[in-house]
């Protein structure tokens, strides 16, 4: 099957050499491969990653002059024949390792933990800098209204998840989300370009120096709610980890009830990605507090 990829590679890249060729089993929505230990290539295991690459890459492009973290380039790409496994997007690997849970709680100076903190939420500031109107104008993004996703998220999980979770759990999400969806979080709220998908896993570090090296993996990046993003940090790293990044973030006591209610969802969110996208590993971690 790995064949398959370095073929789609070679036929558009015939001057590319490559010596070594392996699979990075991180990715949800992509299959992903080292190259030659110095590139990763991307290719969309479902058909409706196609765009959201296509969309990835155009975003990667508009923010690289204004995020100073280093960040994904795509220098090689495909989006000719629009089907997995021949649709892809490649950049230079960049150094690094996920800044696991472990690895952030191994730090033992409380001044690096604040140095990383500053970092992250550094990153965040430039990113979320970039307006909901700006970026919609500019590479013809769909403004999403949070509260709307939200609702029809509720509606998702109530018609897909529901059979699989046990009563009393269904009477707590219900209360969580009917509670939240009236209450006045949603107002004055300033839409952003936001990156999705900010945990763990794609938040490179380097454990010698203690600094972030990368911030990798905008598939889920858009128009949303810059509260998402902080809602990955809480979901990684805990609540005293996330009290840092948000006091280092300009108003950032106006979004912590919103972040919490984000991270309340992710575990229903990827048992609805697993039934959608008959992917039953996400599926069984996401619904396995809820059985």
Known sequence: MNNNFIETIQSLYSDLSIEDFYPNEIGQNNDVFIVNKSLVFRFPKYKNGINQLRKETEILKYIKGIISTPI??????????????KVFTGYNLIDGVPLWKESLTGVNSVELVKGLAKQLVSFLVELHSISGE?????????????????????DKIQNNVFPFIRSDAQKEISQSFETFLKEKAFSNLDITLIHGDFGASNILWNPETSMISGIIDFGGSGLGDPAYDFAGILSSYGEDFLDMCINLYPNGDEISERVKFYKSTFALQEALHGIENGDRQ???DGIKDYR
């Open 72 to 85: 994904p380039n795509p220098i090689y790409q495909s989006f000719e024949e629009l089907k997995p496994s």
């Open 134 to 154: 700006k970026a919609s104008r500019d590479l013809k993004l769909k403004v999403r209204n949070p509260r709307e996703e939200m609702y029809s998220l509720y």
């Open 282 to 284: 996400a599926f069984e």
